[in-house]
């Protein structure tokens, strides 16, 4: 019987993702972040595979990272992108339509609000992206999720326009509004009638498979990087996940701003003394 032959990224992946599926999603990042990430780590894996100069190669490694790493990293990102639509038009369509400028423009908003926060000066604006960054951690896919958090980012974003502007002549306002034009999109569109819950079941099982290969991929980059580059902390940094050190520093501002509202309490005071003992 002839080999059958391989049409695009989600076939070459199946049969593996089929393997490996599984009912949870194995991601700890938001689907968009993680997609933006695993091409980091492709164009990472490429630009570092060869020693140069001073620098050792991540070829030296090869017994255990291949050389063909890099494009497959690429290839599952294709495959995971086709599963997700697969599953989105099953069971929430609008965000097929709307989801990807959506997460742009979010992640746009979010970090110019960051780098105007970024000051080193605590104030009310603080607090209040800390408190939104915390609660949109886990933003998922679905309409609902993403429109509250554009709801929420440009309600933010429109109290320190001016601010946004002075510190970034080139930040676009228009964002601002564009964020609140799809939080309305997402809002009002109509619900699609219910799937096949077996339907959903198989497409987010095939998804999540794909997503577990595509980690496992990422995870043996990093950890080989980890010890080719231990000693270029400012290399291995390129590797290293942006969003879990936003994720990180918003924690750590998020405990700053709660500490500093926190009212001091007074130590204890000890027994009064008896004017007898004098």
Same mark, same amino acid.
Do not use: C
């Given at each position: 019987?002839?080999r059958? $032959?391989?049409? @695009?990224?989600?076939?070459?992946w199946?049969?593996? =993702?089929? =393997?490996a599926?599984q009912?949870e999603?194995?991601?700890?990042?938001p689907y968009?972040?993680?997609?933006?990430?695993? &091409?980091?780590v492709a164009?990472?894996? @490429?630009?570092?595979w060869q020693?140069?100069?001073? %620098?050792?190669g991540?070829?030296?490694?090869?017994? !255990?990272?291949?050389e063909s790493? &890099?494009?497959?990293i690429v290839?599952?990102v294709?495959?995971v992108?086709?599963a997700?639509t697969?599953?989105?038009?099953? /069971?929430?369509?609008?965000?097929?339509?709307h &989801?990807?400028r959506?997460?742009f423009?979010?992640? *746009?908003?979010?970090?110019?609000l960051e780098? %105007?926060l970024?000051d080193g000066?605590?104030?009310?604006?603080d =607090?209040?992206?800390?408190?939104?960054?915390?609660?949109?951690?886990?933003?998922?896919?679905?309409?609902?999720?993403?429109?509250?958090?554009?709801?929420?980012?440009?309600?933010?974003?429109?109290?320190l326009?001016d601010?946004?502007?002075?510190?970034?002549?080139?930040?676009?306002?228009?964002?601002i509004?564009?964020a609140?034009? %799809?939080a309305?999109?997402?809002a009002?569109?109509?619900a699609?009638?219910?799937?096949?819950?077996s339907?959903?079941?198989?497409a987010?099982? /095939?998804r @999540?498979?794909?997503l577990?290969?595509?980690? *496992?991929?990422?995870?043996l980059?990093?950890k080989?990087?980890?010890?080719v580059? $231990?000693? @270029?902390?400012?290399?291995?940094r390129e590797?290293?996940?942006s969003? *879990?050190?936003?994720r990180r520093?918003?924690a !750590?501002?998020?405990?700053v =701003?709660?500490?500093?509202a926190?009212?001091e309490?007074?130590?204890?005071k &000890?027994?009064a *003394?008896s004017p007898l003992?004098?």
């Amino acid at each position: 019987m002839p080999r059958k $032959q391989i049409t @695009n990224h989600h076939d070459r992946w199946h049969d593996q =993702a089929k =393997a490996a599926a599984q009912t949870e999603n194995p991601l700890k990042v938001p689907y968009d972040i993680a997609l933006k990430e695993a &091409g980091q780590v492709a164009g990472f894996f @490429n630009k570092y595979w060869q020693p140069a100069g001073s %620098l050792p190669g991540l070829r030296r490694v090869k017994a !255990r990272l291949p050389e063909s790493t &890099g494009e497959e990293i690429v290839s599952l990102v294709y495959a995971v992108q086709e599963a997700q639509t697969k599953l989105l038009l099953l /069971i929430d369509p609008v965000v097929v339509d709307h &989801g990807e400028r959506a997460r742009f423009v979010l992640d *746009e908003i979010e970090s110019a609000l960051e780098f %105007l926060l970024d000051d080193g000066v605590e104030e009310p604006a603080d =607090a209040q992206l800390a408190a939104i960054q915390e609660f949109h951690a886990d933003i998922g896919q679905r309409s609902s999720s993403l429109h509250q958090a554009l709801s929420d980012y440009a309600t933010l974003a429109e109290s320190l326009k001016d601010r946004l502007i002075e510190v970034d002549e080139d930040f676009d306002v228009a964002l601002i509004s564009e964020a609140k034009e %799809l939080a309305r999109a997402l809002a009002a569109a109509p619900a699609a009638p219910p799937p096949a819950d077996s339907d959903v079941k198989e497409a987010t099982r /095939i998804r @999540n498979g794909l997503l577990r290969l595509l980690q *496992e991929k990422m995870a043996l980059v990093r950890k080989a990087a980890a010890r080719v580059f $231990q000693r @270029n902390p400012e290399v291995l940094r390129e590797v290293t996940s942006s969003y *879990e050190r936003r994720r990180r520093a918003a924690a !750590r501002r998020a405990k700053v =701003a709660r500490d500093a509202a926190k009212p001091e309490i007074a130590p204890a005071k &000890g027994p009064a *003394e008896s004017p007898l003992l004098g």
